[in-house]
């Protein structure tokens, strides 16, 4: 889908040069320069259009007033500067420098403190209910280098906007410069799935500068965070969790989003599985479902790496998940058998 989408970009570029060429040449002129600036600004604003589906319609809104707020304050600025005699012969070109220069400052304060303005504008026309309808999603590091949130994303699952704060990123960067090679490759992957989901098209990914200098642990830098933007916040750390609800502040942990999702079994439910060791009782087997679950079954040892039918007996939930008990199937049977005889008998 991706090549696809690219294909079509680049096939419009040249389509957009190829078009300028022929206007150029009907009429006259050299055909080359034309060409390549038709096909100069094509690729600006493919590259513009690319970048703004990332960023919500909040966030343009936000751009756009902050752009406008610029303009207006450049022009009470300059034309009073513009009276001045020897300064009329350069007007166009104060003009459009000072546009320029307060129209880009507008626009990157705006942007930077997107929340806050939101926050303000919301307080002023009284709708302080509606402050946190349109929810950021923060990120924490954890969850980032399990990289099970990029799946989410791309299967539709998420919605809002996903927020990767500066200070996650410098973690990252430092567990993946770690001298420990189990550290450098987990923090080399996050790094890796930022990337993935920046890339992804369905969730708009923003990567925030806010800081809190005078907090020196990372997860209260999280915390504040998430209360600054009235955001939610996502993350596999069971401490983090505890505490931000404490705070009174909503969070997704996707350990248990992922033991939410695992199948029910239920007593006399029959499955497949291949018995992969011995377990901590005489006779016992252990097995494994797709998703880790663990599965024990009574005299299975001697089925031990061999794929075998067992039907389940009962299902025990623990801190760490679900643990499911079994027996072979065939026996079970056999055993039925054997009993409804000798009743018979």
Excluded: H
């Amino acid at each position: 889908m991706k090549m696809e989408q690219l294909r079509l970009r680049v096939l419009f570029v040249i389509l957009v040069g190829v078009i300028c060429y022929g206007v150029a040449y009907n009429l006259g002129f050299d055909p080359w320069m034309p060409a390549l600036i038709g096909g100069w600004i094509t690729t600006i604003v493919v590259v513009v259009e690319r970048g703004l589906i990332r960023v919500s319609i909040r966030g343009l809104m936000i751009g756009g007033l902050g752009l406008g707020v610029g303009v207006v304050l450049a022009n009470l600025l300059a034309y009073p500067i513009l009276l001045i005699n020897p300064l009329k012969q350069l007007a166009p070109f104060i003009l459009l420098l000072i546009n320029v220069i307060f129209a880009s400052v507008g626009l990157t304060v705006a942007v930077k403190r997107e929340e806050e303005i939101t926050n303000f504008l919301f307080r002023l026309s009284g709708k302080r209910g509606q402050i946190r309808q349109a929810k950021y999603k923060i990120l924490d590091t954890s969850v980032i280098i399990d990289g099970r949130i990029a799946d989410l994303c791309e299967a539709g699952f998420i919605e809002g906007t996903l927020v990767i704060p500066n200070f996650i990123l410098s973690e990252l960067q430092q567990v993946a410069d770690s001298s420990a090679s189990t550290k450098r490759t987990r923090g080399r992957r996050g790094l890796d799935m930022v990337n993935r989901l920046q890339n992804q098209e369905n969730i708009p990914v923003q990567i925030v500068d806010r800081d809190f200098p005078d907090i020196p642990e990372v997860d209260s830098k999280l915390l504040q965070l998430a209360k600054t933007m009235g955001a939610d916040i996502i993350t596999n750390d069971y401490n983090l969790k505890k505490i931000a609800k404490i705070q009174d502040l909503k969070v997704l942990n996707i350990n248990e989003v992922a033991t939410a999702l695992k199948p029910v079994l239920l007593p006399g439910e029959s499955l497949r599985i291949s018995i992969l060791k011995e377990g901590e009782n005489p006779n016992q087997g252990v097995a494994y479902l797709e998703d880790g679950t663990m599965v024990v079954i009574e005299g299975g040892k001697k089925y031990i790496g061999k794929e075998t039918e067992v039907l389940v007996t009962s299902v025990l939930q623990t801190t760490t998940g679900k643990m499911i008990f079994t027996e072979i199937k065939d026996e079970t049977s056999k055993e039925r058998k054997r009993r409804v005889k000798g009743k018979v008998n």
